[in-house]
């Protein structure tokens, strides 16, 4: 609390012309950070909401930021070069750097600093705006964490950015990579941005920022980076991390967007749970993924191998085998192994089901 009162009373001292007559811009609104995580010696640009400040989008904005150091000192009345934001759009404005060469410090001494806090002002300071604050996430706990993927935002939107970030310590056939990229789409492989080691331009736009030690790191704005047409409604976005020319792969993953509710989860199953040769053999999967409408099906039965598909929808796909006609020629039976994919090629169930043995 008292380093936080310091702060603020240095924003009062370092101030020239404070006690003169000023025009108070208001308050600066939200504000955020692309890559949305990173590194104290990584190049970032911060996004800044003025709409709800007396600062119009003509007008020369510039930061004037006392810590962790103070690098316009002395320039309150005529804002440096180094110092201008620029207009992004609709009243937002960025300011790019990267902090330890702007602020001429250390990653340590700006790990211990107060951290960002600033004015934004015009050129000669006569309209400033209220005390501020650009916050910074430390992401260093993945380090130690034992996660194989963590994103920032966990549910990420479609014009906003996101971090991923992936060990590739705990990704076998990973060691030893000489670049990780990433293979990704939207909404279930909707809309994709595919790795091809053969074209240039792509493998860079999918590579990871490597961070040291089999750690990575993936900074994009969906919108932009899938180059999705206006009102396009992300639900989710998919991928998986792909060692050098396709020589090894995570599974798949998936984040769910931050205005999307995610349906339920699959529900397959068998019925009825008992069953005999004479039976007809039920299975129903409700719940299904986007795209996902045929249940295939092989049924192997001693020397004898059933196949075949039912359809439907997202809400349920649901059908029987006959296994009173399919295993009439086929005797004492006691069990028969059920494999049943989609139309996707996804392995849904892979499993032994025992017979019932009937009297004679």
Known sequence: MK???????LAFIMAPNFLQAQETAGSVGSMSSFPVVYKYDEKVTWFFDLSATTFAENEDVYIWIWSPSEPDAGHWENSSDFAKLTHVKDKIWSFTLTPTEYFSRTVAQIAASDGFWFRLKNKNGSKQSEVANMTYTDFSSFYTANELIRAYPTKPTIDKGVSILFNANLAPGFAGATSVHIHSGLNDWDVQQMYEASKPEIAEKTKLKDLGNGFYKMDLVPKDYYNTPDGYEMKNLVFLMVKD?????????????GAYVPPPPPVFGFFPLQISQKDFLGMSRKNNESGVNKLIYTITAGSKIISGEFTGGTAEIKGFVNLVSELKDVPNLNEIHVLVKDNKNKTISDTTIPLKTLDK
């Open 245 to 257: 020319n396709w020589a090894g792969t995570t599974p798949d993953q998936v984040l769910f967007a």
């Open 3 to 9: 380093k936080f009162i310091y702060t603020i009373l």
